[in-house]
C-alpha cells in the first residue's frame, strides 16, 4: 500500500496564479483533511471530507477550495494565490472514530508550496 | 473554540537527558493521541490514550492522560538523537470530525 500521497511535492507560484493539490488514499478511508503548517503554527485544518461528495470548512477556508469527487481523492484548490499562503500543506485520512476514540490518522508527505 | 497548548515549545537537550513535554487545555476529550514529526515528513501516531488516568509507555516514551481528560504528559527517558522531531498532541472527540491539534514542541537532542 501506499498510504496518502501527494502531488505536487513542491511549487513556486507568482501572485494571482491558480493551482490544484492533490491528495489520493488507498486504505479505503472515509475521512480526508487538508492542513496547512506554518513555522511556529503546528497544523491548521483548512478543509476536511467525510465522504465522497461532502467537504466542510476547517479553522482556515479563506482562499481554498475543495472537491471529493472519489472516495480515494481529495482535491485542494487556490484559485488566486496570495503570499499569505506560502506553507506547507499536508493531507491526511482515517477511519471514522467508534466509541469516541479515533484511529490512526495517516498523513502524506506534504506539499512545499512558495508563493512569489 | 477547543484549544490543545503545549509546552515547551522548544527543547534542546544532550543525549542520555529525560524530558517531559505537557499538553493542555481547558476543555474534556473523549481521547488523546501524540504524533512525531520529523523534518521534511508527515506526522505519524506515536499513542493514542482512551480513559483518564491512563499510563500507556513505548520504549522509553511514557504517556500520561489526565484523570480529568483535559491534559496529558509525554516523558522521554535517557533521550537520543533520533527522538529529534516535533511532537504534536491531537485531542479527539465524540461527534467531531476533525482532531484538535496542540501547537507542537520542537525537540532536538544533542550527541
Known amino acids: 500500500n501506499a498510504g496518502v500521497t501527494q502531488t505536487p511535492k513542491f511549487r513556486v507560484l507568482k501572485t494571482g496564479q491558480s493551482m490544484t493539490l492533490l491528495c489520493a488514499q488507498d486504505m479505503n478511508h472515509e475521512y480526508m483533511y487538508w492542513y496547512r503548517q506554518d513555522p511556529g503554527m503546528g497544523l491548521r485544518l483548512i478543509h476536511y471530507?467525510?465522504?465522497?461528495?461532502?467537504?466542510a470548512k476547517g479553522e482556515v477556508p479563506d482562499g481554498y477550495n475543495v472537491s471529493r469527487l472519489k472516495k480515494q481523492n481529495f482535491l485542494l484548490g487556490l484559485e488566486s494565490a496570495a503570499p499569505s499562503q506560502t506553507s506547507v500543506y499536508f493531507c491526511?485520512?482515517?477511519?471514522?472514530?467508534?466509541?469516541?476514540?479515533?484511529?490512526?490518522?495517516?498523513f502524506g508527505p506534504g506539499t512545499r508550496l512558495t508563493v512569489t | 473554540t477547543q484549544l490543545l497548548e503545549q509546552s515547551p515549545q522548544f527543547l534542546s537537550i544532550q543525549e542520555g537527558e529525560n524530558l517531559t513535554v505537557y499538553c493542555n487545555s481547558s476543555?474534556?476529550?473523549?481521547?488523546l493521541q501524540w504524533y512525531r514529526q520529523e523534518p521534511g515528513e508527515g506526522p505519524v501516531l506515536l499513542v493514542t490514550v482512551v480513559t483518564g488516568g491512563e499510563v500507556k509507555k513505548l520504549k522509553r516514551l511514557t504517556f500520561q492522560f489526565g484523570d480529568a481528560r483535559k491534559d496529558s504528559s509525554l516523558h522521554i527517558t535517557a533521550a537520543q538523537p533520533g527522538d529529534t522531531g516535533l511532537y504534536l498532541c491531537?485531542?479527539?472527540?465524540?461527534?467531531?470530525?476533525?482532531?484538535?491539534f496542540g501547537s507542537g514542541t520542537r525537540l532536538q537532542v544533542q550527541p
Open positions: 491526511a485520512s482515517r477511519r471514522p472514530e467508534r466509541g469516541g476514540v479515533s484511529y490512526e490518522q495517516y
Open positions: 476543555s474534556v476529550f473523549s481521547s
Open positions: 471530507s467525510v465522504g465522497e461528495g461532502t467537504t
Open positions: 491531537a485531542g479527539v472527540n465524540t461527534g467531531r470530525r476533525a482532531l484538535t
